[in-house]
């Protein structure tokens, strides 16, 4: 429909321009904690989008990507500690504190893990392939739970948010500034690979896979490149998040989380582009303020959920275009 | 400075003045945990809290006060995210609340850092106990390993000579095992690391039975203890061989839950509700008349905790802006413990006694603790000496 | 070795209780196609009731139909309300609404009765342990779990192989269309798998409350592993269900007992403990990645 077409860049650009002049409304409102609830829910947006690459274009339902959000995390304060210590890692990797390093870093490490886990699993379908991912993250879990050296199951603390040339981050709108831009590089490399040959080959392998592989189009090779690039995805969002909360713990890759991450997914609406983000976005408020009326809010959160699978067919998004009287 | 700035600065004192009458109230953060199975913990710190606010009919100190309680379903970054909602919206100056270590590593540093007070009913890893201890930071309940280090010294003047240690693998249970072989003078003939979400420890019965020891120390707090308790039970090793536990592996909940099996079990705290002295006998009555539901020590924590600071609101009026007169007056822990005597250690950790209880049959044939004779005296903690406030 | 035989009976006690809520769970699997992650929230709903009434009645036989009721009740009003809604979604859709359900009961669980762990108590008679063999003593309760959980076992092999509930289930696992196109009133099977597994979920909960603390979240703890067992066994086949289980338990056992004693001997005693229990907790999700690369389909799968 031309109208919804128009109206779609527009409406991206309001709500940019809305997370642009955040801090400050936040600020006079009172409500500075605006500000940091609006960085998580860019984090687990990208986190949240990087999924859907999988899931909603690919068709490849992966219940293991805390996994990669969490070696993300891991990969900032490990490099912290090292750089606190003085001590290399492995004797020859040196520590850093320098974002510019830090986020590559991550971003390169999941992807390898994302790599050879999506190299395994791939091997499997269907239910198998969703317990296969669930079964190497529990791994990654149990690995970073024993590692006594940074802080087993009680997490590591990152004393200082990694620092950046001119940058000021110690102070959270500058924190906040820096997840955004990063959010807006994101999504807009998400629209260019949405809309690239790549992702459509994908698409197609979700509808048939038989029917690409009659194209002589090597399947499994497109499905891994795209396990791949979500992996990195969620390993960004890990990094970022370990800056934000200058925490990185092993819950970070626990099943629930990566359920939490599906569920935004669908909240938001599955294979679609900013569905995760407005996934994310409805999350994180409803537990934010269910939490700060009850203590019983996760049954809450239950009930939205449910609601929301059974009625709304498309998550919020569509919810909110039927709402608006144009089909989803 | 022109007539309207200096319109503007007066306007803003007295915005700042009138938030510190006594017809606003203090509010106090409790980050708790409330959710999932440990969520009985931070239950019964919030209830031991709120009972002390009860008692002085919704003040404390005479100062007027409002709990905010928030759930960190036993997640750390839950923890951070709602200190920060807190400090930052709300204004929040004085917190409490955490039960797990974990959660106030990653909370606490937020809070302290912000000049704010962060004073702790139950948690107290080592880190913050030493050279990272801060003046805004107060312990109320205990040095975790001052728990475990009165367990080993329980074993060592029971004159066992072999013990098999257990605990969960992760930090307090590695703090645990620390503090338990520091003072226990004997021989570890056996030491196993369970996991945190274990359900079954027959394996666990099994390698204890084989190594035959004089006692067996474990630490398994909640429900994991119930497990763990029922099962040494029902592998018959109960009556082979004793036990040696600090109170967070046997409290109210888990004696209750556990009932006669637990007849004979050596536990060591520094509270038990058949404490003989004023504070006491009117907290657990207060309890007993508001609540249905066993004591725990987490309880009384909590409720020793809002004692405390009632004491330091009593003190300075209640004003917060400046904290110092605030940690000056909450140094002197001016208030009745229902543990007895109570004094703030240079790191701000408590200097207190630790007792031996045992489990025996009451009056009414239900088993309770009974608290048998001191362990440690004015006990410290191992870290106070490597803190320089 | 008598240390030995006693570990391995420990694995194959842990294993029966995985089979029991394994046996549901590939059977909603395979016959619905349903990913139902609220399984273990049945299991729960079990524990509590059994708990609950054996409390207050000091009879532990009337804890097994109060358990077995309630679960099945609970399981049947879940796939009437919610489950039949999603039989024609994704598995996506299925995961979202189950784990909706957890987070539902958890909370409900905990506002009807309160956060503190409750405990059944034994079955009189069954509290003590005998000497099976000179020096190997075992718990005579886990001992009539073993013996449960393989005579539940069993019985459902010839509910499977010798009835016509049993002949509908086989053929509903390997070709649901070809069931309904006959007439089957596949809604009325559905529920009736439905409720069975809940029913054997509701057993093993029953058959927990004497042993373990009966808690909120206790569900979750024995659900990830369940599945562990069903994919191994391989999706919809009873038998592989019942063989992964027993591998599981025992490997999950044996691991436990022994990889922390194997690695001191090479290493430093307090490193050796915390790599051999992170290990150990990783063993069976490794062993679960090694089977699905060797065959992806499971170890019983028939080739359709």
Redesign the interface.
């Given at each position: 429909m031309p109208i919804s077409k128009l109206g779609r860049p527009f409406f991206a650009l309001a709500v940019l321009a809305a997370l642009i002049a955040l801090p400050p409304v936040a600020d006079a409102m009172g409500q500075p904690a605006l500000t940091s609830m609006a960085a998580r829910i860019l984090i687990y947006g990208i986190a949240a989008a990087s999924l859907n690459i999988v899931l909603g274009y690919g068709g490849m339902v992966s219940f293991g990507h805390a996994a990669f959000f969490g070696v993300g995390g891991y990969v900032v304060g490990i490099l912290y500690a090292h750089h606190a210590s003085g001590d290399p890692l492995f004797g020859f990797i040196p520590g850093s504190n320098q974002l510019l390093v830090t986020l590559p870093a991550a971003i390169l490490v999941s992807g390898l893990a994302a790599l050879v886990i999506g190299a395994l699993s791939l091997r499997t379908s269907g239910v198998q392939f969703i317990m296969i991912t669930l079964a190497f993250a529990q791994m990654l879990f149990f690995l970073f739970v024993s590692l006594k050296t940074y802080g087993g199951d009680d997490g590591l603390i990152i004393r200082r948010a990694n620092e950046a040339p001119w940058l000021n981050m110690r102070d959270k709108q500058t924190v906040y500034y820096v997840c955004l831009a990063i959010a807006v590089a994101f999504f807009a490399l998400l629209w260019r690979f949405v809309n690239s040959r790549f992702a459509n080959v994908l698409m197609g392998l979700r509808q048939s896979e038989r029917r690409m592989a009659a194209i002589g189009l090597p399947a499994y090779r497109y499905k891994l490149a795209a396990f791949v690039i979500s992996g990195m995805g969620a390993g960004l969002a890990g990094a970022l998040m370990a800056n934000f909360l200058r925490f990185a713990s092993p819950d970070m890759l626990h099943w629930t989380k990566s359920g939490e991450l599906m569920v935004m997914v669908i909240l938001g609406g599955v294979g679609t582009l900013f569905g995760p983000l407005a996934g994310a976005a409805v999350y994180i408020i409803l537990e934010s303020v269910l939490a700060s009326w009850t203590e019983y809010w996760q049954l809450g959160v239950g009930i939205i959920l449910l609601f929301v699978v059974l009625y709304t067919h498309g998550g919020v998004q569509a919810l909110a275009l039927r709402l608006a009287g144009r089909r989803p | 400075m022109n007539w309207r700035k200096l319109a503007t600065a007066s306007a803003i004192t007295l915005a700042a003045a009138s938030a510190t009458q006594a017809d606003e109230p203090v509010k106090i953060g409790m980050i708790t945990t409330l959710s999932g199975p440990a969520g009985y913990l931070g239950q019964d710190i919030r209830d031991g809290f709120q009972l002390a606010i009860d008692a002085e009919g919704g003040t404390l100190g005479g100062v007027p006060v409002t709990m905010i309680v928030e759930d960190d379903a036993l997640k750390p970054g839950n923890g951070r995210q709602i200190a920060d909602r807190l400090l930052n919206n709300e204004g929040v100056k004085l917190f409490t609340g955490i039960v797990f270590s974990n959660v106030a590593g990653a909370t606490l540093p937020d809070i302290i850092d912000n000049d704010a007070i962060y004073i702790s009913p139950n948690a107290a890893p080592s880190n913050f106990a030493g050279s990272e201890c801060h003046k805004n930071y107060f312990v109320v309940s205990w040095q975790n390993d001052s728990l475990h280090e009165s367990a080993g010294q329980n074993a060592t003047n029971l004159g066992y000579e072999t013990a098999f240690v257990l605990a969960p693998n992760y930090q307090a249970g590695k703090d645990a095992i620390g503090g338990f072989k520091r003072f226990f003078k004997g021989e570890i003939v056996g030491e196993v690391y369970t996991r945190l979400d274990q359900t079954d420890f027959a394996a666990e019965m099994a390698q204890i039975r084989d190594a035959k020891p004089a006692v067996v120390f474990q630490f398994h707090p909640g429900g994991l203890g119930i497990t763990f308790l029922r099962q040494y039970q029902q592998a018959g090793l109960l009556e082979t061989t004793p036990m040696v536990v600090a109170e967070p592996s046997m409290d109210g909940v888990i004696l209750n839950a556990v009932g006669e099996a637990a007849i004979g079990i050596n536990v060591s705290s520094h509270w038990n509700a058949d404490f003989d002295n004023e504070a006491s006998k009117k907290f657990v009555a207060a309890w007993k008349e508001a609540y249905d539901r066993p004591i725990t020590y987490y309880a009384s924590q909590g409720y020793d905790t809002a004692l405390a600071i009632a004491s330091a609101l009593k003190a300075n009026g209640g004003n917060l802006d400046d904290l110092g007169p605030f940690r000056e007056a909450l140094r002197k822990a001016d208030f009745q413990s229902v543990r007895g005597d109570f004094a703030f250690g240079p790191n701000q950790h408590p200097i207190q006694d630790w007792y031996a209880l045992k489990v025996v049959a009451g009056e009414d044939g239900k088993p309770m603790l009974k608290t048998g004779e001191r362990i440690l005296e004015d006990h410290s903690d191992a870290y106070a000496a490597e803190c320089s406030l | 070795m008598t240390?030995f035989l006693?570990?391995l009976l420990?694995g194959l006690?842990?294993g029966v209780m995985l089979f029991l809520m394994a046996a549901g769970l590939t059977l909603i699997?395979g016959i619905m196609g349903i990913?139902n992650l609220a399984h273990g929230s049945i299991y729960m709903v079990g524990a509590y009731a059994g708990a609950l009434v054996i409390t207050e009645t000091d009879s532990f036989l009337l804890g097994i139909p109060a358990a077995l009721v309630v679960a099945a009740i609970v399981g049947i009003l879940m796939e009437v309300t919610?489950i039949r809604?999603?039989y024609r979604?994704?598995?996506?859709?299925q995961?979202?609404?189950t784990?909706?359900?957890?987070?539902?009961l958890?909370?409900?669980i905990?506002?009807l009765f309160?956060?503190?762990?409750?405990?059944a108590a034994?079955p009189a008679g069954l509290?003590?342990?005998i000497e099976l063999l000179p020096g190997l003593?075992y718990?005579v309760?886990?001992l009539a779990i073993i013996v449960v959980g393989l005579s539940v076992a069993a019985g459902l092999y010839l509910l499977i192989n010798r009835t016509r509930i049993g002949m509908l289930v086989r053929a509903g696992s390997t070709n649901r269309d070809m069931v309904r196109a006959l007439g089957v009133d596949i809604r009325m099977l559905y529920t009736i798998v439905f409720g069975l597994g809940a029913l054997l979920a509701g057993l093993a909960g029953l058959m927990?409350g004497?042993?373990?603390?009966v808690?909120?979240?206790?569900g979750?703890?024995?659900l990830?592993t369940t599945?562990?067992v069903v994919?191994i066994g391989g999706?919809g086949s009873i038998k592989g269900a019942f063989y992964a289980s027993l591998i599981i338990g025992v490997v999950d056992?044996l691991l436990?007992?022994y990889l922390?004693g194997l690695l001191r001997q090479f290493m430093v005693?307090?490193?050796a403990?915390?790599?051999?229990?992170?290990?150990s907790?990783?063993g069976i999700?490794?062993l679960?990645?090694l089977v699905?690369?060797a065959r992806?389909?499971?170890l019983f799968v028939a080739d359709s």
């Open positions: - | - | 240390l006693e570990q420990n006690q842990f699997f990913i919610v809604r999603l979604r994704d598995h996506l859709d995961v979202l609404a784990f909706a359900i957890i987070l539902i958890n909370q409900a905990t506002i309160g956060r503190q762990p409750l405990f034994m509290g003590g342990s003593i718990p309760y886990r927990a004497p042993i373990l603390a808690q909120v979240g206790m979750e703890q024995i990830i599945f562990v994919v999706v056992t436990r007992a922390p005693g307090s490193e403990d915390a790599l051999g229990a992170g290990v907790s990783m999700y490794l679960m990645a699905l690369l992806p389909k499971g």
